[in-house]
Structures are given as structure tokens and as C-alpha cells.
């Protein structure tokens, strides 16, 4: 191998530790919102009773791909919540009331909003699933917005 070529090597190798190094450094930087992601999805649509279902963060929110979790803010409300148990909840799995964060909703009086703020951790692509339960059918409006994320 030529001299050049050894320099070469010595470089790419160099600089392939930097970007190692600057990879980690990086790695779970929270990136504080001035003003929030929303999704016309999440902006008081009325759902029903739904079981476990991902939320691609990206195409629904903008939100970069493969982040680690995101701050988010629900805001909920049932017609029949005061009746019985309603919930909007995020996680980062699809395990039935694995739970992250929840706007809970049992005995509020109806049509009344509670708002819950906390960090949901992603899965392994950067996505959130939600779950909801809901008094009747289209009976829960429900709000979800970004606030921030961890790279």
C-alpha cells in the first residue's frame, strides 16, 4: 500500500470515530417546541372505543423518524364520561392498557375536558400507539398535541 493511500485510511477511519462520537453525543437531546405539532387527525375528532393502534409520529405530526419519545399534551372529553370509565392514553407499545400517559375521564362530568401532560417513550421506529375508551359510539373528542421530542 502506498503512503497515500495509508493516509487515506487514517482519515476515513478518523473521521468515521467523529461522526461515532458526535452520533452519541447527540443522542437524546430533547428539542423544546415554541409552538406545538398538531395533526388535523388529533385536532377534537370524535372517536369510539379502539383498541391499541401506532400512530406513525412522522407522517401524522411531522415529527422527525426514529425519535426516542416525545412530550405530549391530551386534551379529552366523553358526552357519557360521568356515567363511566372513558379514557384517551398513549404508549409506546400494543399491549391493551400498557399506558404512558392518559387523559382519564371516570365520573367527569360529561363533555367536560381534561388535559394531562407527560413524556411518551417511542418504539423502535419513533411511534406512539393510542388506545381509547369511549362511552358510546363517537362519543370521546380527543386532542393531541407535540411539545417536544428526544432525538
Do not use: H
Not at 6 to 30: D, M, Q
Not at 120 to 146: F, K, M, N, R, W
Amino acid at each position: 500500500m502506498s503512503n497515500f493511500d495509508e493516509t487515506v485510511i487514517r482519515r476515513l477511519t478518523a473521521l468515521e470515530r467523529e461522526v461515532e462520537r458526535l452520533r452519541v453525543k447527540e443522542s437524546g437531546k430533547f428539542i423544546a417546541l415554541t409552538a406545538p405539532l398538531t395533526s388535523t387527525d388529533w385536532d377534537g375528532d370524535a372517536f369510539s372505543t379502539t383498541a391499541k393502534t401506532k400512530i406513525d409520529l412522522s407522517t401524522v405530526f411531522g415529527v422527525p423518524a426514529n425519535v426516542k419519545a416525545v412530550l405530549v399534551r391530551l386534551t379529552a372529553r366523553d358526552s357519557g364520561s360521568s356515567a363511566g370509565y372513558c379514557q384517551l392514553a398513549l404508549s409506546p407499545n400494543n399491549t391493551d392498557n400498557s399506558i404512558a400517559v392518559q387523559a382519564y375521564l371516570q365520573g367527569v362530568a360529561n363533555d367536560v375536558y381534561v388535559t394531562e401532560n407527560g413524556v411518551v417513550p417511542c418504539d423502535s421506529g419513533g411511534d406512539i400507539y393510542y388506545q381509547i375508551t369511549a362511552s358510546g359510539t363517537g362519543t370521546l373528542d380527543a386532542i393531541i398535541e407535540i411539545w417536544g421530542y428526544w432525538l
